[in-house]
């Protein structure tokens, strides 16, 4: 399975992606905290409020509802409210053990996302550098780090440790240490709803490739760490699909109120984000790995049935194999990826500073 992998230099692919990761994130914070308290962007609801200097900067919208379950734990009852439950467990986890050092939950929360999104640069290069060379696995760790919606993964959002937990159990997966790759599989299912989706991606790859038992056992794996999760739901709520029956309650985004504010960026992420990376995946399937292929395909395919709107882009820069595939289309068009790069990160520094002023962005 593994034997058109490259040899990659470790040493390379750190250096890359801890170039790419600390400057986007320098240029983060720079306009959170430096360029947001000069400029003037309110929220109409908060015409009072300025951004301050401060860890809290970081820990808005979901991060809210991740410091609940890491200072008062998980709560849910079935009555139309918005509850905690659907916050999978991974992130706030690992935050409560860094807060153990006396750190608050905003400044854990932040160290998390960012050391976890240094790591998935640093996987994201190695995977995309081994399949298709260094050049692809340059573009790839540019794309994702310059990406203006990386900007949640230096706040106290999950979406830096599902990216990392996700492209370790691939390379794992895909070297054949399946231990290993199950006991990461466990991680991914509890980390995010769409984690899961390794599940088929898994068995279908792990069947028609007629691979032997210890293959199928990430599958198993990610079911046991679900089924926990869903048993303490069902133990202390009396309902094993709370996460999914609380979803219904939270506030979503109108498909109709977007399109027809379609000139709004987050709303043009939110309408073209998703068939781009159909059409990116397809036109690459050939090239790119049968089981990062299957795994995208499934979470497109959950986010397209869920039809929460208003966080769909976001679910969409979770796909690690999106990246993948769009480091080898853009190392094929270095023109364009520079030019697309640039662009990238003049929208990152305006969502940051966006972000500063509390503004949604997914």
Sequence with gaps: MNRHIREIPGTEALKFALLNGLLSRLLIFTCIFVVA?????????????R???????????????????????????????????????????????LMRTRLGFAAAGTIVSNLAFLGALYLLYQRTAEHFGSSAGRWAVAAMAWFPLSVFCSATYSEAVFL????????????????????????????????????????????TNKLPWRAYLPALSASLALGIFMGFQGFRF??????????????NSNLSEVVSKFYRPNNMLRILLWPTAVLLLWSLRRKVCRLDLLYAGFSLALILYSMRVGSAHRYVFGIAPVF???????????????????????????????????????
């Design 37 to 49: 308290p000069h400029v003037n962007f309110p929220r109409p609801e908060k015409p009072d409020f």
């Design 51 to 97: 951004p301050s200097f401060s860890w809290s900067e970081m820990n808005q919208w979901d991060g809210i509802w991740y410091e609940r379950v890491v200072t008062d734990g998980y709560d849910y009852r079935p009555d139309g409210r918005e509850y905690d439950i659907n916050f999978f467990p991974l992130y706030p986890g690992l935050v409560w053990l």
């Design 238 to 251: 009396h309902d094993p699909l709370a996460f999914v029956h609380a979803q219904v309650n939270w506030e």
């Design 164 to 207: 990392l937990v996700t492209l370790a159990f691939l390379q794992a997966y895909e070297k054949e240490r399946y231990w290993l790759a199950a006991l990461l599989a466990g991680l991914v299912a509890i980390a995010r709803v769409p984690g899961i989706t390794i599940v088929p991606a898994v068995l279908i790859f792990a069947f």
């Design 324 to 362: 993948v595939a769009a480091g080898l289309w853009l190392s094929q068009r270095p023109r364009l990826a520079t030019a697309g790069v640039i662009v990238s990160a003049a929208a990152l520094s305006f969502g940051s500073v966006a972000w500063a002023w509390g503004h949604f962005l997914g």
